[in-house]
Structures are given as C-alpha cells and as structure tokens.
C-alpha cells in the first residue's frame, strides 16, 4: 500500500509496524486490569492474602502456635497472582509471533491490521475504550473484563508526531479509561 503523507496526515491516518514483543501484552494486561472486574477481584484478594500472612505472622511472634501452611503457602499464592500477567503474555507472545510483522493502520474509522499471515479490522464499536501509557496505545473492548484488546505501540510509529495524531484519532472516537 502507497500512502501520501501529507494527505493522509490531513484525512487522520497514523500507520504502526512492529515486531511484537512480551511486553507488549504484559503492560496490555497490567492496564485491563486497572479498570476490569478482574482486576479488581485480584486487587481485594491479595489484600486478604497478606493481611492473613501478617495476622499469621503476628500470631507467632506472639508465642503461639505456627499454622506452617498459612506461613508457608499465603506466599506463594501471592507469587502466583503476581506472576500470572507474565504468564499470560508468554503465552499470547508465542501465537502472536508466529505472524510476524505487525502493520496497522488506525483512522477515524477503526483499525486494520496486516501480518504475513493474516488481516484483521476491528471498528471502534467493537473496542470503545482505550488507555495510554508511556510506551503504547491499548484499545479494549467494553465488556465487564475486556476480553479483546488491541496493542498499539509508540515504538511502531514512523514519527514521534504520529503519537500525538493517533491519540487524537483516539480521543476523538473513544473513550479514555
């Protein structure tokens, strides 16, 4: 596909290509859980899991008697719940690699992406909200745990004034979370 800049730049087309990488989908998945409802399941539970390893601790600091599962499991299924996202996105990095380079194109429209094997387009009804950080673009799906998601990351864009094209095609077609 042969794109004229300047015209494209005036229609609000930002095009990204990208390898992606696992830290791609770990920052995705840290970001989905910040406003999902599993996140938010995740957050309380290891609340309880501490706050019951410190009771625990405290139970034996204070001379009595050592519940060796409580002291010795808690955190370990601390570790576990922390280290899930990593797990996650090692498994969603070995599909997705498979594709190779990622090229998208965002307009006012959705997005379209093309890999050496496949085409996708997903319109902006389909995943209405989004999120920034310092390093990507994340569009999620507006389902009560934001099963679908897309990765749009800065390192993919040909000029860093294309970051600020694309959150404006963003802002002006979804919503920020």
């Not at 005036?10 to 840290?30: C, M, S, T």
């Not at 996105?89 to 093309?114: C, E, K, S, Y």
């Not at 094997?117 to 569009?139: C, H, L, M």
Request: with cysteine; proline share 3%; net charge positive.
């Amino acid at each position: 596909m042969v794109m004229d800049m300047g015209r494209d730049a005036e229609q609000g087309v930002v095009e990204l290509a990208y390898q992606p990488v696992a830290a791609d989908f770990v920052a995705a998945l840290r970001e989905r859980r910040r406003f999902n409802r599993s996140g938010r399941i995740r957050r309380a539970a290891l609340v309880v899991l501490a706050a019951t390893w410190v009771l625990s601790v405290g139970v034996v600091a204070a001379g009595g008697k050592a519940d060796w599962f409580l002291l010795l499991y808690l955190p370990l299924a601390v570790l576990m719940l922390l280290s899930l996202p990593r797990w996650q996105a090692r498994r969603l990095i070995q599909v997705v690699a498979r594709n190779g380079v990622h090229r998208m194109t965002v307009t006012d429209a959705g997005m379209t992406m093309a890999t050496d094997n496949s085409t996708a387009s997903v319109n902006w009804v389909a995943q209405p909200r989004y999120r920034e950080t310092e390093d990507a673009f994340f569009t999620f799906s507006d389902d009560k745990n934001a099963t679908c998601f897309s990765v749009l990351p800065k390192r993919g864009l040909t000029n860093p004034a294309d970051a600020d094209r694309l959150r404006e095609i963003l802002d002006r077609n979804l919503t920020r979370v």
